[in-house]
């Protein structure tokens, strides 16, 4: 119960408080037996770390409490002289604890024990819950609930926006001694931040501790730090006259547009459900049979009956409570069925429709048939289903049999269960996603909420810098950088009581206010998402989730075309090879269509060469079946009867899931012979790569794949005439592949109006360097450099970028001044550079000859030795860049580097050598002043030792210290109190010091 | 070293049979065993056919595989050029001074393996260090050198 860890923890405080001087800072970690124990010792580490970093001297002391009422709560600290209780610190949380409340005294509000939020968790029994249920889903019952606290919000603006106001910024403006909580308690702060002093909470704990049904009465009070805009228990928006009400915008630490974009969210997915209404009773009029809605509406009563009443009750939720929907679902269906009812001679006996529908079906083949067993197929997770449902019906009717097992599985997941996903991309991995979705599902099911809320693992959503990402569906509303321990909060507040906890809202960088829904967010407004649409909504292990977003329906309409037909189609689109060198895609098709052979075969290029792609692998891993299919209409199209996916064996969760799509793919009957009951048979093998650079050559691919040591091959033959075992083959990147089936399915001249007036679509880019987002994202061609650095990727982290380098470490560097430059090939080539999709930002102290040099390194470590020139020219270049580099240069060097350059640019046979010289001779030409510079011994870009001295300003230098946490060699000391100095025999000149300086104190000469 | 090969063939028997499965069999064994030994190799060239000579041609060529075994904890520090630029480098030269082995050395009580590799896709939450398939992101080389002097030895 939470009154008893309100009391444990005022004990606990209070026998600290006598012991510990009260004066003097001090960091006192609580301990008890068990995981607290545990717990403390990585904490311990882990402030020990920061004090040093953060160059501060407090007593950090381990004190040993009677924990047993505090479980759940562990690890607890201490901080003095702020006299403030953290619960649940996590090792991320010592940094800020340490800046904030022992140099600062500022209370981290989130991380204050908040017996409100946890209150519910400890409170109600499991029949209490099940009354709450079926009291918040009894139809209009929810709405009414809500509305008054709706109702109130605005009533109360004063008081509301001012508590809003000292909440957002994380508790700064909360003072913390005792005199100064009792008013905030007045001013409705409950909580969190009172707990400074151990009396009030023994005050607070009064109020909440009323039953959760009477809670009504205190919810606004409850709620003042959230934004209630969901409906509970659905994650759906409210309506947009209730959301207007909320007057969002007034509120200071929310992004204006807020409302509107809310509302537009609200809309579409009210068009979305329309939509899939639409597509229900769609699939019902195209099949006129009257039993087929039934079975839909069957699934539902199933679905209640089968379940307990909680969950019945909101299984039923969705059908009589959003009742802007629901008409129209039923309007559509006398609609829609009318005139196929006339078709079909109204028709209603079962026996009666292959008859007229489909004359030349054998029974077996009976839509009949079908109907019961796409039913049975509803469990998106039953492959067997799936396949029977696609195995009944003959070639023309794949794509109703899709379209109808799409609306199965959307009525089963979309419609009715509310999602949380959680993004399992390897950046999120990285940081905890794994920790967060089990903390997730482990509260789910302590609530019992299995049924009704759906948990979710997704690939990556290119907002890395940023994660782990939780998304929650339908609303899209995001939550970044999630901690375990948040996982109670969510599911407690915002899934139960639809209230959005700020805190966990993306921050716009640029005017620091929280931004509430994804699309919202610059880095995914700013994006065009063909590619990416999905990915939210798609668990990369479920091939139902990729069938219910319309998954293979390509496929399926392609199966129907000739192949002429598909090559037209993608012609049109005026898709090129995304791998860089922008080669149209429908040429090489069409070239490998017109080669006579019993035998070809069609390649993924899944190396992801250069360096910081983190786009390819991340596809691959968030939407294997999109690649997959793309391959499949590709290998129809040229009539390739066996595929390759290429994946680097570094790739692993690439490879995992790409194996996993392949495997499902062949269950499902739509890999093998004869895909989808036509005469196509077609084979895939995932096929293990090494790690190697230079295999994201096209022919060099090929013999890595035939077991060769990776040497590119001289062309022509091009592979699409003489590739693989000397057979046509058709090699694409992973991108080419993944942008086919979208294609198909809308038709060339759709794609092509997203692009530019050469290229069609969207591509993806991988954004790397000190941007405020790194990550991946999709951009349209034609996006200019601009808005892809500065937009999508935020700009700079500290200061001004000087550059971005684009095609990778090999390609050219375009200066800021620049930027209006349009992403895509010919303009790239024009601007001296590459088209490739890695986009890499240079911070304002980047010297470009030393980041020209260590990419030739990495390019000498990857070269395969095949050209002499390429072999030895490029060691022979990084010798005279090091001359240049350690001033010892003279002019004649960069007339021999000049000339080494072009031989082995004209000289090498594949693009990385040709590319090598190509980033040389591409510096030299946008940046000569910076090679002039070093022959007189200066380094604008600040990194070569001998050329540079930084130093501090002692006019400007306020000694915040923040140089010194980022030095990696401890090269900056403290010249007196106040002033820091950077001793240069041990500085390195990695310019990081530089970069943090927010006095602009340092500068280098 | 006494290598199960009842591993190496069942590798070789569902990778090997498809054409071009030889290096992914290979890749299977590296990534099994940490190294290729000479008993998979001869293995492999047997059940293959394929001559060793042109094996270890293969092998030498992708700087994937190793012909030495490794440790027990692998720890990989991530060179690509944000992780580099980012100080993975200097991370790199910390724990190879700490650890007193040089990159793609195994230490002499055989419990750690320091391992220099080219860019993992990590790059937005770099420098990133790997230790057994575990990534650390924004590592820093105090970070890295407290957590292995905290685990020295035993298992991580």
Known sequence: MDADILTAL?????????????????????????????????????????????????????????????????????????????????EKDVDEIVQKTLRKGKVISRLVFDPNASQPSRRITLEELQALALGQTAGTAAGEQITPEVDSAPGQDPEFNQSITSDSADGEHVSLSPDAAEPAVDGRLPGGEVSGSAPDLGAEAAVPSTPAETGDAVLPEETEELLPVLIPRTLKLFHPKKIERLKLEDRSNIEKGTAESLKAEYTAHETFLAERAAVISGTNAANPDEAEFLTVSELFTKFDDSNSPQNASVGSEPVTGSSETNPETEGHLPQSAGPAEEAASAGTAEEEIPADEQPGTTKENAPGRIIPDTTAAVNKKDLSGIAQALEMATLSD???????????????????????????????????????????????E??????????????????????????????????????????????????????????????????????????AIPFYKLQTRILTKDLSRIDPESIGDYLAVGGYEALAKALTLPSDEIIKQIENSRLRGRGGAGFPTWKKWDVCRKEHSGLKYVVVNGNAADPGSMDDPALMAANPHLILEGLIIGAYAVQATRGFIYVRTQFKSALKQMEKAVEDAYHSGLLGKKILNSNFNFDVIVHLGANSYISGEETSLLNAIEGNWSEPRPRPPYPAKSGLWGKPTL????????????????????????????????????????????????????????????????????????????????????????????????????AGTDFGSVLHACPENTCIIFRTMHALEEIRDEACGRCSSCRIGIPQMIKLMEYIVNNNSERQDLITLKDLANTVRDSSMCKLGQNASMVVLASMNDYPKEYEAHLRGKCPGGNCPDMVQYRVDPERCTACGKCQVVCPVTAIFEADEEKRMIESSICIRCGYCYNVCDDNAIYYQ | MNVNLNNV?????????????????????????????????????????????????????????????????????????????????????????????????????????????????????????????????????????????EYDSSEL
């Open chain 1, 10 to 90: 005022q004990e606990a405080e209070k026998s600290i408080f006598s012991i510990v001087e009260n004066d003097s800072p001090a960091i006192i970690i609580c301990a008890w037996q068990g995981k607290a124990a545990a717990d403390a010792l990585t904490l311990y580490s882990a402030v020990q770390q920061s004090l040093k970093q953060n160059k501060l001297s407090a007593r950090v002391e381990v004190m040993q409490i009677d924990g047993s009422n505090l479980t759940g709560l562990e690890p607890v600290v201490m901080l003095l002289p702020a006299k403030v209780t953290y619960v649940n610190v996590g």
């Open chain 1, 398 to 444: 794949q794509m109703a049999a899709l379209e109808k097992l799409k609306s199965e599985l959307v009525s089963e997941f979309s419609g009715v269960t509310p999602q949380i996903t959680v993004c399992a991309g390897d950046g999120c991995c990285a940081q905890g996603a794994l920790a967060v979705f089990e903390a997730f599902q482990e509260r789910i």
């Open chain 1, 446 to 519: 302590h609530f019992g909420l299995g049924v009704t809320v759906e948990l979710k693992k997704t690939g990556c959503r290119g907002l890395c810098g940023q994660g782990p990402l939780v998304m929650l569906m339908p609303a899209t509303i995001l939550y970044v950088q999630v901690k375990p321990a948040d996982a109670e909060k969510i599911i407690q507040e915002t899934f139960l009581k639809g209230n959005v906890i700020p805190s966990l809202l993306y921050q716009n960088p640029q005017s620091g206010k929280k931004i509430l829904l994804e699309s």
């Open chain 1, 731 to 830: 090699v694409n990147n992973v991108k080419t592949w993944a942008s086919i089936p979208a294609i198909i399915r809308n038709g060339g001249e759709w794609y092509a109006q997203t692009g530019s007036k050469k290229s069609g679509g969207t591509t993806l880019v991988s954004l790397t360097g000190p941007v405020k987002n790194p990550g991946y994202a999709e951009v349209r061609l034609g996006t200019p450099l601009s808005t892809i650095i500065n937009g999508i990727g935020g700009g700079a982290v500290h200061g001004k970028l000087k550059a971005v380098q684009t095609g990778g470490i090999t390609g050219g560097f375009v200066p800021e001044e620049n930027w209006d430059v349009l992403y895509d090939y010919e303009t790239l080539q024009k």
């Open chain 2, 9 to 149: 063939d069942d590798i070789i028997r569902s990778y090997g049979k498809n054409p071009g499965g030889l290096i992914p069999v290979l890749l299977k064994i590296e990534e099994l065993y940490g190294y290729i030994s000479e008993e998979a190799l001869s293995e492999v060239s047997d059940k293959l056919s394929v001559p060793p000579l042109r094996l270890k041609k293969i092998i030498s060529f992708y700087n994937t595989f190793s012909f030495t075994p490794k440790a027990r904890n692998v720890i990989r520090v991530c060179q690509g050029c944000n992780c580099s630029s980012g100080g993975g480098q200097l991370t790199a030269a910390k724990i190879s001074e700490f650890l007193n082995i040089k990159p793609g050395e195994t230490s002499p009580d055989e419990s750690f393996t320091l391992e220099l590799v080219p860019c993992q896709r990590l790059c937005a939450v770099g420098p990133v260090v790997i230790i057994n398939d575990k990534v650390y992101s924004h590592s820093t080389a105090d970070k890295i050198q407290q957590l292995l002097s």
